[in-house]
T-cell receptor, first 110, second 112 residues
Framework: EDQVTQSPEALRLQEGESSSLNCSYT??????LFWYRQDPGKGPEFLFT???AGEEKEKERLKATLTKKESFLHITAPKPEDSATYLC???????????FGAGTRLAVHP | DGGITQSPKYLFRKEGQNVTLSCEQN?????MYWYRQDPGQGLRLIYY???????QKGDIAEGYSVSREKKESFPLTVTSAQKNPTAFYLC???????????FGQGTRLTVV
């Protein structure tokens, strides 16, 4: 069964304290792994797509990496405005739908 | 600007009522999706459609119905058979297998 697990469920950081979020997945034939940011009461906002093991993408303080079994979202020197829920999703082979993890709620305090 | 529009933003349903949530996209995407999100949880797939006049059940389709008569529109009806409909509903679309999904801003449905 295709499955996505994110950890930790919640993470509290001090401003400037770097950390990583984890997304582990079990899918048949990965076509793509996606990271989204979601603010309270809003729809998810796309951040990155990763397609193959070893691939990395960066955007400002965020860097996403991918291995054969998991992906990491590294946050370097976070700011309070980085506080949000970060969602990981996979696009399995064989059918056109996205499977989401439960998300990591990140809170960055000044 | 291209995007996905969901309406209304807030919706209140009385017991035993059917309500319909609207989702319209002008991105010319073939595939459209409905997800449900409960507090502190991830997104669960209700229904999805890959082409006009065709749709498939997701993981939690019971108590919901959809139609896809036009490429741009994918309305979701929450029927009285859905016993716990209070949630945040998100509509999304994407073009192909390897592309990211675009989301609307969501509809918050509350049973009163």
């Amino acid at each position: 069964e295709d499955q996505v697990t994110q950890s930790p469920e919640a993470l509290r950081l001090q401003e400037g304290e770097s950390s990583s979020l984890n997304c582990s997945y079990t899918v048949s034939g990965l076509r793509g792994l996606f990271w989204y940011r979601q603010d309270p009461g809003k729809g998810p906002e796309f951040l990155f797509t990763l397609y193959s093991a070893g691939e990395e993408k960066e955007k400002e303080r965020l860097k996403a990496t991918l291995t054969k079994k998991e992906s990491f979202l590294h946050i370097t020197a976070p700011k309070p405005e980085d506080s949000a829920t970060y969602l990981c999703a996979v696009h399995p082979g064989g059918y056109n739908k996205l499977i989401f993890g439960a998300g990591t709620r990140l809170a960055v305090h000044p | 600007d291209g995007g996905i529009t969901q309406s209304p933003k807030y919706l209140f349903r009385k017991e035993g009522q059917n309500v319909t949530l609207s989702c319209e996209q002008n991105l010319n995407h073939d595939a459209m999706y409905w997800y449900r999100q409960d507090p502190g949880q991830g997104l669960r797939l209700i229904y999805y459609s890959q082409i006009v006049n065709d749709f498939q059940k997701g993981d939690i389709a019971e108590g919901y119905s959809v139609s896809r008569e036009k490429k741009e529109s994918f309305p979701l009806t929450v029927t009285s058979a859905q016993k716990n409909p209070t949630a945040f509903y998100l509509c999304a679309s994407l073009q192909g297998y390897n592309t990211e999904a675009f989301f609307g801003q969501g509809t918050r449905l509350t049973v009163v």
